[in-house]
């Protein structure tokens, strides 16, 4: 049984090394030290090319949970970055050059891993007997972009992504908003502590509407105009589609832009005051339980600290928690939910599969989870074994679902609790919350990997040969 894994980075290297680990001979390539990627400076596997950082590492952090699993499960990339890891507070950070060297040691000693240094250019010939594995990260390289374009339609890769934030649904101050689709589509009710969270109930078209008056709509408007943002990284050649502008960008086009755009209070009607509002942040539910909220239209480039300061200007999201941040980057990604199957297969191309942030995981430990996930269930139908991904209420189903979600317009993610079914408990107050659903998911994944094939003990070890 052999493999091909493109891309030398988390995800990929992650994907070799759990094929490998249950019998599958994996050739790497990786393109350095041939070529590099503009965000690339050095020569080795894993690269961590922006931040040190892994995050949080408490299990009331949804990353925190994940890298718990993938700790449990064996992971490559956890255990070099816990080999290599510096003081960091309550984040797991590294050493850059030790965690890629801890990597590439693992690899280099392992008998069934090969590596080879070359530009792939198109999609390889791939069969059952040896499938291949696309891990090429975000900025994957033109003519590889331009080849797997062909085969899914150009129309489903993307190559930037401007991703909105998203707030947790017990943060926001239900009094002060109300639930309505413009024109009375879909639902209409007051706000409250007891505001209806049955989206069947609400109908698909129901939104939650943050509305401002005059006064508070210039204040909101300016400060976006004047908040830090982040600087555009040097490898970024980055250009704004007018369909998704950042939210200072149209700003800054003048005040009553925001008011005429994705503020606009047309076929909306505030039954506190029985008029229509000078302006209103829609929110729109992130998932089916309804447990968080994006901010329709908000995507941005302000800082982490800057957002956590403007958007608590909006009625209703003065205490909000923000789950996952605005971004607006370069990105090669790929609209997963129509595009793979549940092993991460490509629909167009049987035996080709897809890992990491190419598939629109966002995050180091998500780039790892997801190349964990694709080489696992790989080996187990090479080798074939019953498909079992992973139970859905842990963090590693959590990644599943998050790229096998229909949504309008698929945007990559970090993880976060809204990708986990909500806790069965709903009185449990926030962290209690967060804490009970980290506890469910490890009695889940500790049965998963007790009792799916190729998960744990002997029968990873039968099948090597």
């Not at 129309?155 to 109300?178: K, M, T």
Request: net charge negative; with cysteine; hydrophobic share 40%.
């Amino acid at each position: 049984m052999k493999a091909t894994v493109i891309g030398g980075g988390l995800a990929g290297c992650e994907a070799a090394y759990q094929l490998a680990e249950r019998g599958v001979a994996v050739t790497l390539v990786e393109q350095k030290p041939v070529a590099r990627t503009p965000a690339q400076t050095s020569d080795r596997l894993c690269e961590l090319v922006c931040s040190n950082s892994l995050r949080g590492a408490a299990l009331v952090n949804a990353v925190g949970l994940l890298k718990e699993e993938l700790r449990r499960a064996g992971s490559l990339i956890l255990s070099a970055a816990d080999v290599a890891k510096v003081p960091a507070g309550g984040a797991l950070a590294v050493d850059r050059d030790k965690f890629s060297g801890a990597v590439e040691a693992r690899l280099d000693a392992h008998p069934r891993i090969t590596r080879e240094a070359r530009v792939v250019t198109e999609i390889p010939e791939a069969t059952a007997e040896h499938p291949v594995i696309l891990a090429t990260g975000p900025l994957t390289g033109d003519a590889l972009a331009a080849d797997l374009a062909k085969a899914v339609g150009q129309a489903h890769l993307a190559y930037y992504d401007a991703i909105a934030p998203i707030v947790a649904a017990d943060s926001i101050a239900w009094d002060r908003v109300f639930r309505q689709s413009r024109w009375g589509k879909g639902g209409e009710t007051e706000g409250g502590d007891d505001a209806p969270m049955d989206a069947e109930a609400l109908g698909d078209e129901a939104y939650v509407n943050c509305p401002m008056d005059e006064e508070q709509y210039k204040a909101f408007v300016r400060e976006l105009v004047a908040s830090q943002k982040v600087e555009a990284r040097s490898f970024e050649d980055v250009r704004y589609f007018e369909g998704c502008l950042p939210i200072e960008i149209m700003a800054a086009r003048g005040e009553m832009t925001l008011a005429f755009g994705p503020m606009k209070p047309v076929g909306l009607t505030d039954p506190k005051t029985g008029r229509r509002p000078f302006a209103v942040v829609q929110l729109r539910a992130e998932d089916e339980a309804m447990t968080a909220y994006n901010l329709v239209g908000f995507q941005s480039r302000m800082t982490y600290g800057e957002q956590n300061r403007v958007f608590r200007m909006i009625p209703g999201l003065e205490e909000c928690e923000i789950q996952r941040y605005a971004t607006v980057h370069r990105n090669t990604f790929v609209d997963a939910p129509v595009l793979l199957d549940e092993t991460l297969q490509l629909k167009a191309r049987p035996h080709v599969y897809l890992a990491g942030q190419i598939t629109g995981v966002e995050g180091y430990v998500e780039s790892a989870g997801s190349g964990f996930l694709c080489g696992v269930l790989l080996a187990q139908r090479m080798r074939g074994e019953a498909i079992t991904p992973p139970p859905k209420d842990t963090a590693l189903g959590g990644l599943m679902t998050h790229v096998g979600r229909p949504q309008p317009k698929y945007m990559p993610s970090n993880i976060t609790w809204a990708c986990l079914p909500p806790h069965e408990n709903r009185r449990l107050k926030k962290r209690d919350r967060y804490q009970a659903l980290s506890e469910r998911a490890i009695v889940s994944i500790e049965r998963w990997l007790s009792t799916a094939p190729l998960l744990r003990g002997p029968a990873i070890v039968q099948g090597v040969a």
